[in-house]
């Protein structure tokens, strides 16, 4: 079955402990991207890449990193988690042929 | 930079009734347009999508949306709302040149029998 598949699905943290969310995609899809959602907000784009080692920063990209290694996987990086970064995380994949992003069944993340 | 305006935060409709749920966007360039859904505690699942050709797109569900150029409008219509299409939609535009995909702040669809 095509999916994008994010761990954890729940996430309760302290601030400042370094935390990964793993993103793994089995379409071999070139883009890949993150997102963060909140009320009354939408979603908006963390970082995205357009293919292995190629990574840039979207709306919000403060206090996250990510890595494209391979062409399957993308993790997001939290390394020292605020409170304001408790939110719904997603991460989402793509075509060349741009069929719609796929999207994980998301992250909720609680930074205490 | 394209953006996206969703008019209706929250649109409450009796279940069987039509419903619209509208969607404005702003580019300087040629765009591919998108509806999302997502069912609580879900992720988001792609509706409909208009890429080029008919205007008129139908989707999963029964929804269907008309990309209208001159309003810069693609608004999602569905004729017969049930219970289950109680989610919060989004729409979203990606410049055709590119990959990055810019949401509205969604709508909330609340069916009532």
């Known amino acids: 079955e095509a999916q994008v598949t994010q761990n954890p699905r729940y996430l309760i943290t302290v601030t400042g402990k370094k935390l990964t969310v793993t993103c793994s995609q089995n379409m071999n899809h070139e883009y890949m991207s993150w997102y963060r959602q909140d009320p009354g907000l939408g979603l908006r784009q963390i970082y995205y890449s357009m293919n292995v080692e190629v990574t840039d920063k979207g709306d919000v990209p403060e206090g996250y990193k990510v890595s494209r290694k391979e062409k399957r996987n993308f993790p997001l990086i939290l390394e020292s988690p605020s409170p304001n970064q408790t939110s719904l995380y997603f991460c989402?994949?793509?075509?060349?042929?741009?069929?719609?992003?796929?999207f994980g069944s998301g992250t909720r993340l609680t930074v205490v | 930079a394209q953006s996206v305006t969703q008019l209706d935060s929250q649109v409450p409709v009796f279940e069987e009734a039509p419903v619209e749920l509208r969607c404005n966007y702003s580019?300087?360039?040629?765009?591919?347009l998108f509806w999302y859904v997502q069912y609580p505690n879900q992720g988001l699942q792609l509706l409909l999508k208009y890429l080029s050709g008919s205007t008129l797109v139908k989707g999963i569900n029964g929804f269907e949306a008309e990309f209208n150029k001159s309003q810069t409008s693609f608004h999602l219509r569905k004729p017969s709302v049930h219970i289950s299409d109680t989610a919060e939609y989004f729409c979203?535009?990606?410049?055709?040149?590119?990959?990055?995909?810019?949401f509205g702040k969604g709508t909330s669809l609340l069916v009532t029998p």
């Open positions: 580019s300087s360039v040629s765009v591919y």
């Open positions: 979203a535009v990606s410049e055709n040149s590119g990959y990055a995909l810019n």
């Open positions: 989402a994949s793509s075509d060349r042929e741009r069929n719609g992003y796929t």
